[in-house]
């Protein structure tokens, strides 16, 4: 990714970028989430058209309740969504049963999680705002948002809360794209310029991000998005004490949200719980079920807690190798091996197998 240094700070580059887009185009939208960034480039949008008299008319403001979100970042859009439309810019609230990856069914054929699935109204995790949009004649069923987006917004440019910080691949969605309807104005921002903007203009934002970083979460690794995804189950049971009733209807929800959220990424979650799942399949042909799941697992690495570690191993096997070796293999692939204990066992086993 080709880079530039200008000699000005982030704040004045994202007004920018921001005014420029505005001088191109007649009408943007702005994809708002109600997260820490998006509040930032919401607040910057907002000054900017105030500061060269844009008029708010010019500005659709979007955001897709995924239906698993915290009640205190609803309670932010809502507010956002107030200051947006007294100003005379249009906001769309959607409630549509858009698709997401549902890490809690990993294991299953089915990796998806349906949000406002019609038919199970009676388990939503949350009530249905009445002023939301529940369907669009541009919306397929099962459509992710960012698909919905594309086709809803043809042609109009869209901001959105992207920083490179945050992941090597977010820096590489923004290199890759040198021609894209969607506008980054505050993608080379760090974790401490969001923070410190958000102090400096006394602009308030979630709590549940105090209560992430009260619970040990790092400054930054404080993303969050719908309950089911890799990023947020990890951390849901330690903010989940923070809001009563909030569990229950989660696990409503997503039964296997339970074992989940407990035993992710954990040893007890690694013997206890999958090694009794494993025993009762030795009669299979793990050399080729393994074969097939990394094969999977490349595509979605981030759902699987030991790919990097199986992926080493798997290098290693030869035909020589037991179906019984592969098991393991298979094993720390799903559940993953902190300790690296099993990793030692079976790379020992691999080298005595293929001495033999």
Known sequence: MKTKTYNIDVVTAAERRILETFNKHHMTVLSFSGGKDSIVM???IIKTMLKYSIPFNRLIVTFYDEEGVYPDFERTVFEWRSMFLSLGAKFYWFCL???HY???NRLENDESFICWEPGKEDIWIKPMPKFAIRNHEKFVM???YQVFSKVLFDGLPVFV????????QRLNSIAEKSKSQFVYPIYDWRDNDVWLYLKLNNIPFPETYLYLYKTGVPINKLRISQFFSVDTIKSLPKVLEFYPNLYE???RREPNADLVMLYWETDMFRSSRQDSRFETGKDKDYKEILRLELKKASQHPGLYPGYKQAKKLYAKVTPKNSSET???I???LLAGDPKNRTVRVVTSEIFNENMD
Do not use: A, F, H, W
């Open 102 to 104: 549902n890490c809690c």
């Open 330 to 332: 298979y094993q720390i």
């Open 42 to 44: 919401g607040d910057l």
């Open 97 to 99: 049963p858009i698709k």
């Open 142 to 144: 099962g459509m992710t």
């Open 249 to 251: 209807r989660i696990i």
């Open 326 to 328: 592969c098991r393991k």
């Open 161 to 168: 809360g992207l920083r490179i910080y945050e992941s090597v």
